[in-house]
């Protein structure tokens, strides 16, 4: 934090705090002015929903009103038609909260927060109330009016005091990264360092993506975020999803052309360092893209039957700086445009994307299917020790344990969050009881009340404001909110909160140790099952016939890129070096190249190349770490050799580039491509 800064954002934290204290206290004083019966729970809702950004307040609110009316709406066709069959009732609720958990993790966006919120709801409303269920209306009416009246509260204060914009921040995340991808396009120009060198960088640069599209889904509920700079930032976003595999094949191609084939070609070395200072330097000081554009197209030669291996890596290269001038130029416009709040619909820009901005996310259909089913077990084996026990405040068990199991779900190692998650309720249990038991029966007079409650409930709202503790302060204020049950009047009873807090705890004991059982596997197996599915995404890529979008592809890949380096240190040293260098990225990608280059090839050749692809697909679907048949190798020169000789000079150049990236990334160690006995091609 630097003293330079404006003062808003060096105690953004401390700002954050006072203002959801604030909101909090708001949605309370309301609550109990219109008398609804439980204003604690519109209290809670401030501390659930509120984030440090407006645009991420707003759209968990959204959301969040969504998943509570679907919710109680489920509650009320549920509970009056089953509570006289209480374990079918129980069958039905944990059925539904698993369902809408495995919905939940394969959205994986923050919309999901709409299917998570809408299965524990049902939990929240439907298991206390099986004792008055003639009265479940009015009371699921009630929660969405508590809630509502929460969530109105936090997004009005969140953005009328002091507002901080999503835009903002996803505009300075952008402007970073792209500053780093220009630091990383230079080293690689300039042969600065080795791949191994460069790896931290490039697995920043994925990472970063990835929380980019994360922060950028909120944009659209920023009210305080121009239009045109959201429009702008999806399509900067579209450009870095190619960057990264464009730079990644770069350094590929020098390394297989070597320091010796660039001496040999001292026009291609000048070409390089140019562009190496083009990429970095400011706007005011650059020559027009046009101008090197053209100076690639120079130094591009025709390929035919006697181009040398050397000469189809050339050419692979030229291209690939070709498409690294294009994205350069178009961020650089764009950001341009952003800056000016021009219209970026009338850019002339140079990539375009078939698929439209929307970001493409890997789901694990298998690993949501157990995390569902745990979360029905563990609900249903609370009920079966209420029912069974008949004890009577043993609904907050299920009830907890719908909330825990759903929370953490989407984590490596659930058990030890859900763990975590226990030990700071019982802090909040603890917290609860000073105040009930403690301070509050002096109380009466509200400003006092407020006051009492300012010094924890603001450290409630610093521990969220920061990364590193928004779990646990979130922990802390949902349940010290939920558990203290401020109401007009007070009615605290030592023996009630004793059971309710024991329940409580119960609960949430054993969504840990089943979630535990469910979800034994740790990120180790998640990781291979990210590998596995890298394969089995290639393997259809090279299966279909016709067009792809290339950057929907890479958007799919570097999704499970940012996913598997959270847990590289699990993969084996082979997967670790592919995923290092973006190999299988940019396998796909030439994959979906080669499809489109081959409709303008002749019949054999495409003939030739389609036995390859289907070869490749199952090599794929078979592969099990152990590198690729040799056979495919074979494959892949024939498929060459026929493409070299085919009589559409375009079609063969994109045919060939394809074929370039395929064999490097699939076959990194290979001899020289060279001709089979009896062609005319030169080696």
């Known amino acids: 934090m630097r003293a330079d800064e404006p003062f808003l954002v060096r105690h953004a934290d401390l700002i954050f705090a006072l203002k959801t204290f604030a909101a909090s206290i708001l949605a309370l004083v309301i609550a109990l002015a219109m008398d609804l019966p439980r204003p604690y729970w519109a209290m809670a809702t401030v501390y659930i929903t509120s984030q440090p950004l407006a645009g991420a307040t707003s759209s968990k609110a959204f959301f969040r009103?969504?998943?509570?009316?679907?919710?109680?709406?489920?509650?009320?066709?549920?509970?009056?038609?089953?509570?006289?069959?209480?374990?079918?009732?129980?069958?039905?609720?944990?059925?539904?909260?698993?369902?809408?958990?495995?919905?939940s993790l394969l959205?994986?966006?923050?919309?999901?927060?709409?299917?998570?919120?809408?299965?524990?709801?049902?939990?929240?409303?439907?298991?206390?109330?099986?004792?008055?269920?003639?009265?479940?209306?009015?009371?699921?009416?009630?929660?969405?009016?508590?809630?509502?009246?929460?969530?109105?509260?936090?997004?009005?204060?969140?953005?009328?005091?002091?507002p901080r914009g999503v835009a903002p921040a996803v505009a300075n995340r952008v402007d970073l990264?792209?500053?780093d991808a220009r630091r990383l396009s230079q080293a690689v120009l300039l042969r600065e360092g080795t791949s191994e060198s460069h790896r931290p960088r490039r697995l920043k640069l994925a990472t970063d993506i990835v929380e980019i599209d994360t922060l950028s889904t909120h944009l659209a509920y920023d009210r305080l975020t121009d239009r045109n700079a959201v429009n702008g930032l999806g399509e900067i976003r579209l450009r870095m999803l190619m960057l990264l595999p464009v730079i990644a094949s770069l350094e590929d191609r020098l390394a297989a052309l070597g320091e010796e084939a660039l001496r040999r070609e001292p026009e291609l070395k000048r070409l390089l360092e140019d562009l190496a200072q083009w990429i970095t330097s400011d706007v005011s000081a650059r020559q027009p893209a046009d101008r090197i554009r053209a100076v690639i197209a120079e130094r591009q030669a025709v390929l035919d039957d006697r181009a040398s291996w050397e000469r189809i890596l050339t050419t692979s290269l030229l291209s690939r700086l070709r498409e690294l001038v294009d994205l350069?130029?178009?961020?650089?416009?764009?950001?341009?445009?952003?800056a000016e709040g021009s219209n970026v619909s009338t850019l002339d820009l140079a990539f375009h994307s078939e698929a439209g901005a929307a970001p493409v996310r890997h789901r694990d259909r298998g690993l949501a299917l157990w995390s569902a089913a745990g979360a029905a077990t563990a609900i249903l084996i609370c009920c079966a020790f209420w029912i069974g026990t008949g004890w009577p405040d043993g609904a907050s068990a299920p009830m907890m344990a719908a909330v825990a199991c759903?929370?953490?779900?989407?984590?490596?190692?659930?058990?030890?969050?859900?763990?975590?998650?226990?030990?700071?309720?019982?802090?909040?249990i603890a917290v609860v009881a000073v105040y009930l038991f403690a301070l509050v029966p002096a109380i009466s007079h509200l400003e006092v009340l407020v006051a009492a409650l300012a010094p924890i409930f603001l450290l409630y709202g610093f521990l969220i404001a920061r990364p590193a503790t928004a779990g646990t302060g979130m922990a802390l204020a949902a349940n010290t909110a939920t558990l203290l049950a401020l109401q007009s009047t007070y009615s605290a009873d030592f023996a009630s909160y004793a059971n309710s807090a024991v329940a409580f705890f119960v609960g949430v004991v054993i969504a840990e140790l089943v979630t535990r059982i469910a979800r034994g596997v740790g990120a180790e197996w998640i990781a291979n099952r990210l590998v596995l599915s890298n394969w089995t995404t290639l393997a259809v890529a090279a299966e279909r016939r016709g067009k792809r979008d290339r950057a929907e592809f890479a958007g799919l890949m570097l999704h499970r890129l940012g996913l598997l380096v959270q847990r590289i240190?699990?993969?084996?040293?082979?997967?670790r070096r592919d995923t290092d260098s973006l190999v299988q990225l940019r396998i796909g990608i030439n994959i979906i190249d080669l499809r489109r280059a081959r409709y303008g090839l002749?019949?054999?050749?495409?003939?030739?190349?389609?036995?390859?692809?289907?070869?490749?697909?199952?090599?794929?679907?078979?592969?099990?770490?152990?590198?690729?048949?040799?056979?495919?190798?074979?494959?892949?020169?024939?498929?060459?050799?026929r493409a070299v000789k085919d009589p559409n000079a375009t079609a063969?150049?994109?045919?060939?580039?394809?074929?370039?990236?395929?064999?490097?990334?699939?076959?990194?160690d290979a001899p020289a491509y060279r001709p089979r006995a009896g062609e005319s091609v030169a080696a």
Do not use: H
Request: charged fraction near 15%; charge should be negative; glycine fraction near 6%.
């Open 65 to 103: 009103v969504i998943g509570t009316l679907v919710g109680a709406i489920m509650t009320v066709a549920l509970v009056p038609n089953l509570i006289t069959a209480p374990e079918l009732l129980c069958l039905a609720i944990a059925l539904w909260v698993g369902l809408c958990l495995y919905l």
């Open 107 to 162: 959205d994986g966006t923050p919309r999901s927060y709409v299917f998570m919120l809408a299965g524990y709801t049902v939990a929240l409303i439907g298991f206390p109330a099986v004792s008055e269920p003639s009265a479940i209306f009015d009371t699921a009416v009630s929660r969405v009016e508590e809630i509502s009246l929460g969530i109105i509260c936090a997004s009005l204060v969140s953005t009328i005091i002091f």
């Open 177 to 179: 990264w792209l500053s």
């Open 328 to 338: 350069s130029r178009d961020c650089r416009a764009l950001i341009e445009a952003i």
């Open 406 to 428: 759903s929370f953490f779900a989407a984590q490596d190692e659930p058990a030890r969050f859900i763990r975590s998650f226990g030990l700071w309720s019982l802090v909040a």
């Open 569 to 575: 240190a699990f993969l084996s040293e082979s997967d």
């Open 602 to 641: 002749a019949a054999s050749t495409i003939s030739v190349i389609d036995d390859m692809l289907d070869q490749l697909a199952i090599a794929c679907r078979k592969y099990a770490g152990d590198g690729m048949p040799v056979e495919l190798l074979a494959s892949v020169d024939r498929a060459l050799a």
């Open 652 to 668: 063969r150049e994109d045919a060939l580039i394809g074929l370039v990236g395929i064999r490097r990334g699939l076959f990194p």
